[in-house]
């Protein structure tokens, strides 16, 4: 015979089942939605990161498939519109990439050494998109070395003859090289470089037998909608579990609970009644509304610099608006001592770029082109792709190795046109091929001078 305490708990267990409800949602309908609100804005970073940790070393058969775990892919070639594995992608520096797993020991990365007069570098990339350090040109020089890469759990000793050892956060985390292409001419001599680039296991380098395997991931497979609502969490669960908790974050994570949110657990969209799933919408469009207003209110009008949303855990202090917003509007981003960030997305009258609309200037006086210790960029990109701008003159971007076949003006200075429409020859050096419809483009720095601070980003003047 059943007794009432039982007969309770089965009638619990039946209503649960019922209703689809989450066993472990406790959240109140109001408190779901402040929660869901501040768990997108940290959470979008990481998935975001996961769509292109998947396509570039899961996916296999995927065409921007880079390299398994652990080995080096090198694009051997600057980017182009084609190029459609993450945002804003710049095409002066060709790219080496590397996910790392380091959940049972160190990863050892040798650098080749590399001219003077050459730009390179290594972003060290955690679960997060935090920019945990940097090798390379800046930070350690162009005579190359070798470096080690720990997870959070090891416990190892460094081998006497590494340069370097940097200590991630998560298990899960990226290599992103960027290696200075002058122009078509250098490829070859690019493409040498990155053959220089290698990466061995620690039991590897220092010939000692490997430790046992870790377990197999079962990698879920991206859905085209989910950084866009709560299957969000789903995957955001599934990250978590190769990142070690933060001391900082305890409470935040404890919160997150109350809606499902907890490393490794199964977050269940499905499960959702009715009621607990509009709560998350509302909580994540509130998200997105927040960052709207913030880069339409601070980014739009540079009081907020781009490079002012990368950087270390340390340097953001956990601003997770900020992390939101360097990976919404160009995701691994550099950290402002490697390269600063200036984007135009307004014209001088606050208006959004828009090359169907317009033509446009930058006027740079004389004197004060971009304060660049390496070099400087300015690439085109289409507003609703995010992607480089399709033109047939298949010219992306203009840079500072271009300016001997630049035309200057009469005092000195330099005018570019960003425009749609082809102008005459007589003027072509200085076209920057807009699309016919919202663009933006981003003028990147690379080692800035430390005067970039006073430097004034001309404007993007409407033609009249």
Do not use: C
Not at 239 to 255: G, H, I, V, Y
Not at 368 to 394: C, G, R, V
């Amino acid at each position: 015979m059943i007794g009432k305490p039982t007969r309770l708990l089965l009638a619990s267990l039946s209503m649960l089942m019922s209703t689809g409800a989450l066993a472990d949602f406790t959240a109140t309908p109001a408190e779901a939605r402040a929660i869901a609100k501040q768990a997108y804005l940290y959470g979008y970073p990481v998935v975001a990161m996961y769509k292109t940790l998947y396509t570039q070393a899961v996916d296999k058969g995927g065409a921007n498939f880079k390299a398994p775990f652990n080995h080096v892919g090198n694009t051997a070639q600057a980017f182009t519109p084609k190029d459609t594995a993450f945002a804003t992608p710049n095409p002066d520096t060709p790219y080496s990439f590397m996910w790392m797993d380091l959940r049972k020991e160190p990863l050892v990365l040798t650098l080749p050494k590399v001219e003077d007069n050459r730009y390179y570098s290594v972003q060290l990339i955690d679960l997060y998109t935090q920019n945990m350090a940097y090798l390379g040109t800046r930070s350690t020089g162009n005579n190359g070395g070798h470096y080690m890469i720990a997870g959070p759990d090891w416990k190892g000793q460094q081998p006497v003859d590494i340069d370097r050892v940097v200590y991630s956060d998560s298990n899960i985390a990226y290599a992103l090289y960027r290696t200075q292409l002058f122009d078509e001419k250098d490829l070859n001599k690019v493409k040498q470089i990155q053959n220089g680039y290698k990466v061995q296991p620690l039991s590897s380098y220092v010939k000692q037998a490997a430790p046992a395997p870790a377990p197999k991931i079962v990698w879920p497979k991206p859905m085209a909608t989910m950084t866009e609502g709560p299957q969000l969490f789903r995957y955001l669960n599934f990250m978590l579990s190769f990142a070690a908790p933060q001391d900082s974050e305890k409470d935040l994570l404890a919160r997150f609970a109350k809606i499902g949110i907890a490393p490794g657990a199964p977050f269940k969209v499905k499960a959702l009644t009715a009621e607990q799933r509009k709560a998350l919408e509302e909580g994540i469009a509130d998200a997105r509304a927040e960052f709207a207003a913030f880069k339409k209110d601070k980014i739009d009008t540079h009081q907020v610099a781009s490079a002012d949303l990368f950087g270390s855990r340390d340097r953001l202090k956990n601003n997770y608006l900020y992390r939101y917003a360097g990976a919404e509007l160009g995701i691994f981003g550099n950290s402002p001592d490697e390269a600063v960030y200036l984007s135009y997305r307004v014209d001088s009258e606050g208006k959004p770029a828009n090359g169907a609309r317009h033509s446009y200037t930058v006027h740079f006086a004389k004197d004060q082109l971009p304060p660049a210790e390496a070099f400087w960029s300015l690439t085109m990109y289409d507003a609703k792709t995010k992607l480089l701008a399709h033109n047939i003159k298949k010219r992306y971007q203009i840079n500072s190795q271009m300016l001997p076949n630049l035309k200057l003006d009469a005092d000195g200075g330099l005018t570019l046109a960003l425009q749609h429409h082809e102008p005459p020859k007589a003027e072509q050096s200085n076209w920057l091929p807009a699309p016919p419809g919202p663009f933006y483009a981003v003028l990147r720095i690379y080692l800035p001078k430390p005067d970039v601070g006073q430097w004034k980003l001309p404007p993007l003047t409407p033609l009249k």
